[in-house]
């Protein structure tokens, strides 16, 4: 299978996670959104939520997303209203970032062997800037919900 | 119908709120609902106060789900206490490898509120 291949596999893998997550805990719908590869590397204010991947393969997911977004996302979560970033926010984002990251690892188990996660690490802060190592496999996806956005991505590479 | 007691294991203080009101969901004729961070203060309140089932994610820091389970089984008067996984890990490996430890049932997350609660009132009232 090409990279070119298995990185659209892991396209449809990580928006079919992302949309059990939305619409099973978060009572959303989410839809692609376009493509955010020209913003990405760009510095960011908001929310970067990284869950670690290991096995055969290694890697990162990752969920990013403005403050107002974060807080909005909790509280459809939490079922609590959340007017601005504080720790619950946080964790319910990462919490978020675990479940899509942890649908994602299941979806691709069966080609590229077994998996294992870190817990979440969370960042809130301004003039975030994520670097990437290089990866063989990648996936760089934006979802849309009624007036929010967030971006998910997958890089692995072989171990 | 008396009381029940549950411990709830969950690094996540959002799963931890999200179960407890999908608890209060279920009806059942809840006591204390206590919660920890990780297995280990997991095993700490178990020694402390005497509970009738647990809830436990499997991926935590300190003392993961799958080690805390085996030492929860190992205290005799938890030997056939109802053991209930709610977490990520979905192969059916693990599953088996849970079950074959003596977890009672396996729910995976994301799950909505209604597939919980109806699966909690079914083991729980048992």
Known sequence: MTNELANCLIEDIVFAAA????????????????????RDGLPYDGVLSVVGMTGKWVGSGFLI????????LASRFLMTEMSSVGDEVLDAIGEITNMIVGSVKNGLEERLGAMQLSVPT?????NIRAHLMKSQLRSIIACRGDDWEIVLRICLTKA | MESIDLLIVDDSAAIRKILQ???LQTELPLGTVFEAADGSQGLDLLKQHRVDAILSDINMPNMDGVEFLKSVREIPEY???????ITTEGSQAR?????????TSYVRKPFTTDQLRDKLTSLLKS
């Open chain 1, 19 to 38: 949309d059990e997550v939305f619409s099973s805990m978060l009572a959303s719908q989410i839809a692609l959104a376009d493509a955010p590869v020209e």
């Open chain 1, 65 to 72: 997303c403005s403050g107002p977004t974060a807080a909005l």
């Open chain 1, 122 to 126: 969370v960042v809130y802060g301004k």
């Open chain 2, 21 to 23: 009101r999908v608890l």
């Open chain 2, 79 to 85: 030997r056939s206490t109802p053991f209930i996984m």
């Open chain 2, 95 to 103: 599953v088996k490898e849970v079950a074959d430890l003596g977890a």
